[in-house]
């Protein structure tokens, strides 16, 4: 039988496996698009590249960005 800190264990680590996934398959499927948002908006290839660019961006920099609201104390999290 689970005890709860570890259906907790499972639950975090699924829910860091599916945003990873998510992330990733969204990178996926924006860059297989790129040449039809070069031809409906009319844009340049470097101009269609920077949508991918600030995402990734935003993915790799964003905790960075986010540290300090990661030093919450646990009990105002409870």
Known sequence: M???ELAK???V???LCLLTFSVY???AI???GETDVESVFQVSEAS????LTMFVLG???GMFFQAHSMH???AILI
């Open 2 to 4: 689970l005890t709860i």
């Open 9 to 11: 264990k499972f639950f």
């Open 13 to 15: 680590t699924f829910e």
């Open 25 to 27: 398959i969204g990178s």
């Open 30 to 32: 924006y860059s297989a």
């Open 48 to 51: 269609a590249t920077l949508g």
């Open 59 to 61: 993915y790799g920099t």
């Open 72 to 74: 919450v104390p646990v």
